[in-house]
Nanobody
């Protein structure tokens, strides 16, 4: 059973930066890809970024390309999402996600964190 817990959210001014972290517990963290999704009020949950099991392959949604970096720390069973030049439209609940498979993905997997709020003020 994989459990995911996000941290690092909060309130930030437009143009600022934020680093989200996801701590994973469960077997074989090194064997599976991890990703981030977000859901803004009144909108569907959408893909943000993902990283494969090795850290060698990454995918980003167009709206964060050039502004976000996903990374993983296998020693700490964690994945991070560093976001720069934040915009008010980045305001959303951000979720950590995995399906337990090794390859990078853009479609949500089975396991979710509880989500963490990111609010970008204008």
């Amino acid at each position: 059973q994989v459990q995911l817990e996000e941290s690092g959210g909060g309130l930030v001014q437009s143009g600022g930066s934020l680093r989200l972290s996801c701590a994973a517990s469960g077997p074989s963290f090194d064997h599976y890809a991890m990703g981030w999704f977000r859901q803004a009020p009144g909108k569907e949950r959408e893909f943000v970024a993902a990283i494969d099991w090795s850290g060698g392959s990454k995918e980003y949604a167009d709206f964060v390309k050039g502004r976000a970096t996903i990374s993983r720390d296998s020693a700490r069973n964690a994945v991070h999402l560093q976001m720069e030049r934040l915009k008010p439209e980045d305001t959303a609940v951000y979720y950590c996600n995995t399906d337990g498979a090794p390859l990078v993905f853009t479609v949500a997997g089975l396991y979710w964190g509880q989500g963490i709020q990111v609010t970008v003020s204008s």
